[in-house]
Protein backbone atom coordinates (compact mmCIF):
# COMPACT_ATOMS: atom_id res chain seq x y z
CA UNK A 1 0.00 0.00 0.00
CA UNK A 2 0.84 3.59 0.16
CA UNK A 3 3.63 4.79 2.13
CA UNK A 4 7.47 4.00 2.97
CA UNK A 5 8.20 0.17 4.26
CA UNK A 6 11.23 -0.82 5.27
CA UNK A 7 12.43 -4.40 5.17
CA UNK A 8 13.11 -6.50 7.21
CA UNK A 9 11.66 -5.18 10.23
CA UNK A 10 14.31 -7.23 12.62
CA UNK A 11 17.71 -8.17 11.70
CA UNK A 12 20.06 -10.17 13.77
CA UNK A 13 23.93 -11.03 12.16
CA UNK A 14 27.30 -11.28 13.04
CA UNK A 15 30.27 -8.66 13.38
CA UNK A 16 32.20 -8.83 9.94
CA UNK A 17 29.26 -9.59 8.19
CA UNK A 18 27.67 -7.51 4.97
CA UNK A 19 23.90 -5.89 5.66
CA UNK A 20 21.63 -4.47 3.44
CA UNK A 21 18.35 -2.64 4.67
CA UNK A 22 15.93 -1.64 2.41
CA UNK A 23 13.54 1.49 2.26
CA UNK A 24 10.67 1.87 -0.57
CA UNK A 25 8.60 4.83 -0.90
CA UNK A 26 5.01 5.23 -3.06
CA UNK A 27 5.28 8.85 -3.20
CA UNK A 28 7.48 9.56 -5.54
CA UNK A 29 9.50 11.91 -2.81
CA UNK A 30 12.46 13.23 -4.31
CA UNK A 31 14.62 12.94 -0.88
CA UNK A 32 14.99 10.51 1.29
CA UNK A 33 17.33 9.96 4.11
CA UNK A 34 18.58 7.22 6.62
CA UNK A 35 18.82 7.80 10.43
CA UNK A 36 19.93 5.77 13.51
CA UNK A 37 17.73 6.11 16.69
CA UNK A 38 20.10 4.98 19.61
CA UNK A 39 19.12 5.50 23.36
CA UNK A 40 20.39 9.33 24.78
CA UNK A 41 20.99 10.22 21.10
CA UNK A 42 17.59 11.11 19.22
CA UNK A 43 17.71 10.45 15.55
CA UNK A 44 21.44 11.23 13.62
CA UNK A 45 21.47 11.25 10.15
CA UNK A 46 24.10 8.53 8.34
CA UNK A 47 23.15 9.47 4.40
CA UNK A 48 20.48 11.44 2.11
CA UNK A 49 19.39 11.57 -1.38
CA UNK A 50 18.23 14.70 -3.71
CA UNK A 51 17.58 12.64 -6.28
CA UNK A 52 18.31 9.14 -7.94
CA UNK A 53 21.68 8.67 -8.31
CA UNK A 54 22.84 11.88 -6.10
CA UNK A 55 23.43 10.83 -2.46
CA UNK A 56 25.44 12.52 0.77
CA UNK A 57 27.03 11.97 3.57
CA UNK A 58 25.06 12.68 6.93
CA UNK A 59 26.43 13.46 10.52
CA UNK A 60 27.21 9.38 10.99
CA UNK A 61 28.31 8.01 7.71
CA UNK A 62 31.35 5.47 8.58
CA UNK A 63 30.74 2.41 8.19
CA UNK A 64 27.69 2.63 5.36
CA UNK A 65 26.90 2.74 2.12
CA UNK A 66 23.80 3.99 0.14
CA UNK A 67 22.88 3.85 -3.99
CA UNK A 68 19.87 5.21 -5.31
CA UNK A 69 18.94 3.80 -8.53
CA UNK A 70 15.50 4.14 -8.76
CA UNK A 71 13.92 7.07 -7.08
CA UNK A 72 11.63 4.95 -4.61
CA UNK A 73 14.18 2.95 -3.39
CA UNK A 74 17.08 3.84 -1.22
CA UNK A 75 19.16 1.10 0.31
CA UNK A 76 21.44 1.06 3.19
CA UNK A 77 24.59 -1.60 3.45
CA UNK A 78 26.62 -2.04 6.37
CA UNK A 79 29.66 -3.61 4.23
CA UNK A 80 31.40 -5.26 7.51
CA UNK A 81 29.07 -5.19 10.57
CA UNK A 82 30.26 -4.10 13.87
CA UNK A 83 28.91 -4.29 17.22
CA UNK A 84 28.83 -0.45 17.61
CA UNK A 85 26.20 -0.31 14.61
CA UNK A 86 23.28 -2.63 16.99
CA UNK A 87 20.91 0.43 16.66
CA UNK A 88 16.81 0.97 15.13
CA UNK A 89 17.64 2.50 11.75
CA UNK A 90 14.60 4.78 10.37
CA UNK A 91 14.17 5.82 6.54
CA UNK A 92 12.44 8.76 5.75
CA UNK A 93 11.28 10.63 2.39
CA UNK A 94 10.67 14.30 1.81
CA UNK A 95 9.59 16.65 -1.25
CA UNK A 96 11.84 18.83 0.52
CA UNK A 97 15.63 19.19 1.07
CA UNK A 98 16.65 18.12 4.70
CA UNK A 99 14.09 19.74 7.27
CA UNK A 100 12.75 22.31 5.13
CA UNK A 101 9.57 20.52 4.94
CA UNK A 102 8.15 17.86 6.63
CA UNK A 103 9.82 14.23 6.61
CA UNK A 104 7.78 10.78 6.55
CA UNK A 105 9.08 8.31 8.43
CA UNK A 106 8.79 4.33 8.03
CA UNK A 107 8.68 1.88 11.13
CA UNK A 108 11.90 1.55 11.34
CA UNK A 109 14.36 -1.96 11.07
CA UNK A 110 15.99 -3.09 14.75
CA UNK A 111 19.43 -4.77 13.77
CA UNK A 112 21.49 -6.98 15.94
CA UNK A 113 24.99 -7.21 15.52
CA UNK A 114 26.39 -10.05 17.88
CA UNK B 1 25.44 16.71 17.24
CA UNK B 2 22.52 17.28 18.82
CA UNK B 3 21.28 20.70 18.39
CA UNK B 4 17.87 20.07 20.14
CA UNK B 5 18.00 19.13 23.95
CA UNK B 6 14.40 18.42 25.48
CA UNK B 7 13.27 19.25 28.88
CA UNK B 8 12.33 16.49 30.78
CA UNK B 9 13.64 13.73 29.90
CA UNK B 10 10.23 11.92 31.32
CA UNK B 11 7.52 13.27 32.39
CA UNK B 12 3.88 11.33 33.65
CA UNK B 13 0.68 12.96 34.29
CA UNK B 14 -2.80 11.81 34.68
CA UNK B 15 -5.15 11.82 31.81
CA UNK B 16 -6.98 14.91 31.05
CA UNK B 17 -4.13 16.96 32.69
CA UNK B 18 -2.03 19.35 30.43
CA UNK B 19 1.92 18.09 29.40
CA UNK B 20 4.15 20.46 28.51
CA UNK B 21 7.58 19.56 26.73
CA UNK B 22 10.19 22.36 26.45
CA UNK B 23 13.49 22.30 23.56
CA UNK B 24 16.25 24.18 23.87
CA UNK B 25 18.63 24.69 20.82
CA UNK B 26 22.01 26.60 20.41
CA UNK B 27 22.37 28.03 17.02
CA UNK B 28 19.80 30.19 14.90
CA UNK B 29 17.21 28.05 12.96
CA UNK B 30 15.64 28.18 9.70
CA UNK B 31 12.48 26.30 10.93
CA UNK B 32 11.56 23.66 14.26
CA UNK B 33 9.40 20.45 14.23
CA UNK B 34 7.88 18.33 16.85
CA UNK B 35 7.45 14.11 16.27
CA UNK B 36 5.91 11.82 18.04
CA UNK B 37 7.28 8.30 18.39
CA UNK B 38 4.97 5.36 19.67
CA UNK B 39 7.22 2.90 21.06
CA UNK B 40 8.45 0.51 18.25
CA UNK B 41 7.21 2.70 15.36
CA UNK B 42 8.77 5.09 13.25
CA UNK B 43 7.99 9.30 14.13
CA UNK B 44 5.18 11.32 13.06
CA UNK B 45 4.98 14.90 12.14
CA UNK B 46 3.81 16.68 14.47
CA UNK B 47 3.49 20.19 13.91
CA UNK B 48 6.81 22.54 12.17
CA UNK B 49 7.39 26.05 13.64
CA UNK B 50 9.40 28.71 11.28
CA UNK B 51 11.88 31.01 12.94
CA UNK B 52 8.95 33.90 12.18
CA UNK B 53 6.27 32.81 13.46
CA UNK B 54 6.13 32.37 17.07
CA UNK B 55 2.88 30.09 17.80
CA UNK B 56 1.30 27.38 15.84
CA UNK B 57 -1.69 25.16 16.75
CA UNK B 58 -3.08 21.50 15.72
CA UNK B 59 -5.79 20.26 17.69
CA UNK B 60 -4.99 19.84 21.15
CA UNK B 61 -1.48 20.61 20.35
CA UNK B 62 0.40 23.99 20.62
CA UNK B 63 3.62 25.19 20.21
CA UNK B 64 5.96 27.95 20.64
CA UNK B 65 8.95 29.41 19.40
CA UNK B 66 10.94 32.02 21.17
CA UNK B 67 13.66 32.32 19.42
CA UNK B 68 15.55 35.26 21.75
CA UNK B 69 16.24 32.53 24.19
CA UNK B 70 16.18 29.43 21.61
CA UNK B 71 13.64 27.30 23.01
CA UNK B 72 10.60 25.84 22.05
CA UNK B 73 7.77 24.09 23.84
CA UNK B 74 5.02 21.84 22.96
CA UNK B 75 1.93 21.95 24.91
CA UNK B 76 -0.65 18.73 24.94
CA UNK B 77 -4.35 19.61 26.34
CA UNK B 78 -6.14 17.36 27.97
CA UNK B 79 -4.32 14.48 27.96
CA UNK B 80 -5.00 11.13 26.68
CA UNK B 81 -3.62 7.48 27.64
CA UNK B 82 -3.29 7.69 23.87
CA UNK B 83 -1.00 10.60 24.17
CA UNK B 84 1.67 8.23 25.66
CA UNK B 85 5.03 8.07 23.44
CA UNK B 86 8.04 10.15 23.09
CA UNK B 87 8.35 13.62 21.59
CA UNK B 88 11.53 14.71 19.57
CA UNK B 89 12.23 18.19 18.99
CA UNK B 90 14.42 18.88 15.44
CA UNK B 91 15.91 22.08 14.48
CA UNK B 92 16.90 22.73 11.15
CA UNK B 93 19.87 25.88 10.69
CA UNK B 94 19.91 28.20 7.70
CA UNK B 95 23.35 26.62 6.32
CA UNK B 96 22.76 22.98 6.83
CA UNK B 97 19.40 21.81 5.35
CA UNK B 98 19.35 18.62 7.64
CA UNK B 99 17.18 18.33 10.44
CA UNK B 100 18.77 17.74 14.03
CA UNK B 101 17.15 15.71 16.67
CA UNK B 102 16.81 15.99 20.47
CA UNK B 103 16.98 12.82 22.77
CA UNK B 104 13.27 13.28 22.82
CA UNK B 105 11.19 13.44 26.14
CA UNK B 106 9.03 10.08 27.26
CA UNK B 107 5.45 11.17 27.69
CA UNK B 108 3.21 8.40 29.49
CA UNK B 109 -0.60 9.53 30.12
CA UNK B 110 -2.14 7.18 33.30
CA UNK B 111 -5.48 6.15 32.79
Known amino acids: DAGITQSPRYKITETGRQVTLMCHQT?????MFWYRQDLGHGLRLIYY???????DKGEVPDGYVVSRSKTENFPLTLESATRSQTSVYFC?????????????FGPGTRLLVL | SQQGEEDPQALSIQEGENATMNCSYK?????LQWYRQNSGRGLVHLIL?????REKHSGRLRVTLDTSKKSSSLLITASRAADTASYFC???????????FGAGTRLTVKP
Open chain 1, 92 to 104: ASSESPGGLETQY
Open chain 1, 27 to 31: WSHSY
Open chain 1, 49 to 55: SAAADIT
Open chain 2, 27 to 31: TSINN
Open chain 2, 49 to 53: IRSNE
Open chain 2, 90 to 100: ATVTYNNNDMR
